[in-house]
């Protein structure tokens, strides 16, 4: 059974610059979450879906971030326009339901702004 | 607020041996779910256990087992017999089982290095 897939797994823009990151997750699993770890920290959740809906987008910085996921499977997570301190590496993850048998993440995409 | 506190940000043991990792938590609920995830440097998280919080048994997976004290609201991982693929940032997580917003709580993690 393939895993989530991310892409890219590095991205190196200027400040300013928008960028994109897209995920695949594990078929079956109808919630996705999107978060952002920066180094030495656990991850900080920025955006979760069930199916289409983003059930809990409180951590989403919304004026320059922005998520989608339309048909309910893959996922778009985009930084426009990027700002120095959005560096970090971003995961994805995927679970069927609440979650409860624990999350399942990709290998992340790591962003430096410069 | 439920938290999660990993009060070892760094740990070392020579390989083949046993070591454990603690985790406390603070919650007022009583239904809940208990996960250590593995992070290797560069590499992708792997969820290692999980413990459901009314079940007394506490969880093993091969190597790895926990010590679930939940009236202590401690949650240990012990690796016995620790290899050099173990070295990996170790977080702990927390996740009420009630309404509709179930999110991971994470502690801060613990970094172990396996030495040979």
């Known amino acids: 059974e393939a895993g989530v897939v991310q892409s890219p797994r590095y991205k190196i823009i200027e400040k300013k610059q928008p960028v994109a990151f897209w995920c695949n997750p594990i078929s079956g699993h109808n919630t996705l979450y999107w978060y952002r770890q920066n180094l030495g920290q656990g991850p900080e959740l920025l955006i979760r879906y069930e199916n289409e809906e983003a059930v809990d987008d409180s951590q989403l910085p919304k004026d320059r971030f922005s998520a989608e996921r339309l048909k309910g499977v893959d996922s778009t997570l985009k930084i426009q326009p990027a700002e120095l301190g959005d560096s970090a590496v971003y995961l994805c993850?995927?679970?069927?339901?609440?979650?409860?048998?624990?999350?399942?993440f990709g290998p992340g995409t790591r962003l430096t702004v410069l | 607020a439920q938290t999660v506190t990993q009060s070892q940000p760094e740990m070392s043991v020579q390989e083949a041996e046993t070591v454990t990792l603690s985790c406390t938590y603070d919650?007022?609920?009583?239904?809940?779910?208990l996960f250590w995830y593995k992070q290797p440097p560069s590499r992708q998280m792997i969820l290692v256990i999980r413990q459901e919080a009314y079940k007394q048994q506490n969880a093993t997976e091969n190597r790895f087992s926990v010590n679930f004290q939940k009236a202590a609201k401690s949650f240990s991982l012990k690796i016995s017999d620790s290899q050099l693929g173990d070295t990996a940032m170790y977080f702990c997580?927390?996740?009420?089982?009630?309404?509709?917003?179930?999110?991971?709580?994470w502690g801060l993690g613990t970094s172990l290095a396996v030495n040979p």
């Open positions: 993850a995927s679970s069927f339901m609440t979650g409860l048998n624990g999350q399942y």
């Open positions: 997580a927390f996740m009420e089982n009630a309404g509709n917003n179930r999110k991971l709580i």
């Open positions: 919650t007022s609920e009583n239904n809940y779910y």
